[in-house]
């Protein structure tokens, strides 16, 4: 099946299982996309734009995360 284009706010891509892959989500500051990982330990990979500018976040293992991202006061870097 081809699509030429979807029109929509929140879009969610998921395999033949039913799990979720990505997400798509549009808002009044530009959007996010979300890569979820596969299998038991989950995690994902984040982008997202705001008033600022954003943010790319992933998430994995153990809940371990790397963000990088624009706030009001400039730049951030977490690690954890």
Known sequence: MTFGEITCRKLTVVDDEGKRGVLL???ENGG???AYRKG???GYAQLYSDEHGGYVQ??????GYAHLGNDKYGTQTQLS
């Open 25 to 27: 989500i549009t808002d």
């Open 32 to 34: 996010v996309v979300i």
């Open 40 to 42: 038991e330990d989950g």
């Open 58 to 63: 992933a998430r994995g293992k153990g809940n």
